[in-house]
């Protein structure tokens, strides 16, 4: 019995005096087992699905058998072999997944941000509890998954993780794309998910307003770890950076016009799309105080884990008796809203911000403040 109260549901063949034993890799509670009949009771998905299997099996077994007599030499093993040589060398989806992980993270910091690569590791923990603790198996065969499987996934996220909908819904995405990608490298001929939609709803974007950003910058903080992360996230307000772009930031991504201007002009870790950012005042000041030499090697800023980073400036937020949950992104969204409400356009905020086209800004960022529409009304007259 493991740590949850399930033990290991065991195949065993008998003939006479002999016996052989293996794992079917299902794992079930010892009460919902009818020892006279050798099935599960009840009717939900798990026990239907695994009575199935068990049919399906009493008809192989008893096909093998018959093989075996014709032989005149029956060999137990060699039936228990037989039995399960069909899904021996099959794909299984953990280790699809796995495999598609360990890909991604030698990619890592060339390509992808390893905030991407962790979000497939996420998303492997949460496929792995779904199969051991909603269909009792230590793995799934691709050749096994259906439409189905993806719709009481998604249900498990929400039901059992409390999972927000678009929380569930990008789990369901990685999946989906780890599948396709087996279908371009031909481990399947087609994924069973691509028939279940999953669409994002659109959510309140959170971000500062100017007032807010004057009450961050002016707590007064006494720790060093309260100070450096209040400077990134005025780094990040001041010029729409994601913290990852932040974090690798160097000398050679700042460049300096025929008049003398600072611009970083850097390609973002997330998409590659070149961002071409205005060094401001507070940016330069920022700059000078972590770097006043102007290192040309390493990180131009010193920085934190995303996790520790988040984790105080919520604090510093709280502090601030500002009454949103601060992140990381909050800082990116804060400049594309302050710049959009100071009449700078959507196509210079894109460029900015390293959008591959407006539309993608004017999703996530332009969201009409009263003081946009107070400015627009005036001109009624």
Known sequence: MNNEGLVPLMLRISLQNKKVEKSTGYYIDPKDWNISKQRLKGSKTPAKQINNWIEGVMVKIADLYREEVLTTNIHLPAIMEKLFA??????????????????????????????????????????????????????????????????????????????????????????????NVAVMEGTISKSPLNSHKTVFKDTIQVYLTEQEVIAFEGVLLVKPKHMLARDLFLFQCHTGLAYTDLANLNREDISIDSIGRQWIIKPRQKSGIVCTIPILPKVLEIIQKYNPEHKKQGNLLPHYSIQKYNEYIAEIGVMAEIQKRISSHVGRRTFGNIALSKGISLNVISKILGHSNTLITQRIYAITTQNIITNEISKWG
Do not use: W
Not at 89 to 116: G, H, M, W
């Open 86 to 179: 069909d899904s021996k060398d099959e794909p299984s989806l953990l280790k699809t997944i796995s495999d598609f992980n360990e890909q991604l993270k030698l990619r890592v910091n060339k390509d992808f941000a390893y905030s991407t690569y962790e979000k497939y590791v996420f998303t492997y923990n949460k496929v792995k509890a779904f199969i051991e603790g909603s269909l009792k198996r230590k793995d799934i065969l691709l050749r096994d998954i259906t439409t189905k499987f993806i719709m009481d996934f998604d249900c498990y996220l929400r039901v059992h993780d409390n999972n927000q909908h678009n929380t569930a819904v990008k789990y369901c995405i990685n999946l989906k794309r780890i599948l």
